[in-house]
């Protein structure tokens, strides 16, 4: 992850002062709060040490700005000071539930790997966004229909139990972007939300979907709703919620949004064309999985993302930048989920692994796997359909490069991803955006 720092860039103009005079009051020491005392020591980065002595109720008081926790006794203006140090007076800020709303609706597995000088959780910084979020869904359901089934059907997945990171991603490139552009207007913000809104909707309707035609049972630990309502009503229910997403789009009055978010509709359903009849040649295969991966997947995530950028009227760089991050972050994601449905268990996804080779799906371990072992290739061609193949197929993604080739590709995006989101102003959402690439790579569900 990324440090916050101030080092080696100037601040200037009045939105930095009013944020640099708010930072200063948000972190100034306090009488009776703590007292420092100088002491020799050899500390990185400093020939001194500092020591608070601080009584045991104010200690649990820690100081959160923005998901960043400082240790008590160490702030803004020591940071300014001694910026390079910073790795030393900084720690994980982690929600709990015992000193924060809670979040189960947006919380997910944290990454793994060293921490770095200041490590940000976007789900904490986007705090005032996602708070409410799913329950602002509920209501739009709920209020566009007097047929309480169909609410409860088409409410069904939004319980608060998904990752949200769709969502999460869509506010974060927005509120990086309007940091870029100096607009952090309460309307823009406000625009901006119901992007986000929009792709969790979208992406719901389409589980919704999903599971009318896999027959699935059980998505995110519990039966599916094609396990608990007839395929008729599942299915209209997935249309319904749909149509209340794109009213909501419709309302907000711009014509390029609608555009770019319509896109994700058209690619969401050739996608699943695309998998429902996938014969091709051995050249072929890879190509066609990752168009299709982009469609069913990461064409959400891009054009949301760049639906945010459209409103916020950034010019077609900004724009840009917003879309491949989004494409990238998106393959990622499906990529490293292909990856689990063949290392994670069962209770850990929340639905039964190894679920791509029973639906006769060629994920991009199978595919690597065969330039190992060719005998996979006349399984991908039926399916997996006879007796015996999916256990082999499965044997044999193990024994092969399949698995480790699948998390290098799914890597690189990531870092793709990373480098996009610095070319925009340094901020704690643009940080947030480095961020998310370590929690896709990292997450084991």
């Known amino acids: 992850m990324a440090c916050l720092s101030t080092s080696g ?10 944020t640099h005079k ?11 709060y703590a007292t420092a005392v100088s002491s020799s020591g050899s500390g990185s980065g400093s ?3 500092l020591q608070w002595n ?16 400082f240790n008590p006794g160490k702030d803004y203006l020591d940071l300014l000071q001694n910026s390079h140090s910073c790795s030393h007076n900084l720690k994980y800020s982690q929600c709990s539930k015992t000193n924060l709303r809670q979040h189960s609706s947006v919380h997910t597995q944290q990454p793994a790997g060293p921490v770095r000088e200041i490590q940000i959780d976007p789900y904490i910084i986007l705090d005032d966004e996602l708070k409410y979020f799913y329950d602002d869904v509920r209501d739009l359901l709920q209020s566009g229909t007097s047929q309480p089934e169909l609410d409860t059907i088409a409410s069904y997945y939004f319980d608060g139990q998904g990752k949200a990171l769709r969502p999460m991603v869509t506010m974060l490139m927005a509120k990086a972007i309007n940091y870029h552009l100096n607009n952090e ?19 719901s309707a389409s589980l919704v979907h999903d599971d009318v035609i896999d027959q699935s049972d059980f998505r995110r630990g519990k039966p599916s709703v094609n396990a608990l309502w007839n395929h008729k009503k599942v299915t209209m229910a997935g249309d319904y919620i749909l149509s209340i997403a794109s009213i909501m789009i419709a309302r907000l009055r711009s014509d390029d949004v609608t555009i770019v978010l319509s896109q994700i509709l058209t690619d969401l359903v050739q996608g699943e064309f695309m998998q429902l009849g996938s014969r091709e040649t051995e050249n072929e295969r890879f190509a066609h999985y990752l168009t299709k991966t982009y469609r069913k997947t990461a064409s959400l995530i891009a054009n949301a993302l760049k639906a945010t950028a459209v409103i916020a009227q950034a010019d077609d760089n900004v724009a840009e930048v917003a879309f491949q991050y989004g494409r990238n972050i998106g393959l990622a994601f499906q990529l490293v989920d292909d990856m689990l449905d063949f290392v994670s268990s069962t209770e850990q996804m929340g639905k039964p692994t190894a679920a791509d080779l029973k639906l006769g799906l060629a994920t991009a371990p199978v595919l690597f796997a065969c330039e190992k072992y060719p005998e996979l290739n006349p399984m991908v061609m039926r399916r ?6 999916v256990e082999r197929a499965f044997e044999l993604v193990h024994k092969s490069h399949g698995l480790e080739q699948t998390r290098f590709l799914a890597k690189k995006h990531c870092n793709e991803a990373i480098r996009l989101a610095q070319e925009l102003t340094e ?19």
């Open 384 to 389: 997996f359909s006879e007796p015996g193949d």
């Open 9 to 18: 860039r100037v601040v200037c103009g009045s939105r930095r002062q009013q």
């Open 185 to 203: 207007s309460h309307q823009l913000v406000h625009k901006q939300r119901q992007v986000a809104l929009f792709s969790e909707m979208v992406h």
């Open 47 to 49: 020939g001194s040490q």
């Open 427 to 445: 901020s704690p959402y643009q940080k947030g955006l480095q961020v998310v690439a370590d929690l896709v790579i990292n997450r084991l569900k």
């Open 54 to 69: 601080v009584n045991s109720q104010q200690y649990q008081l820690v100081r959160r700005f923005h998901g960043l926790s």
């Open 22 to 32: 708010f930072l200063c009051h948000l972190f100034g020491r306090q009488s009776g």
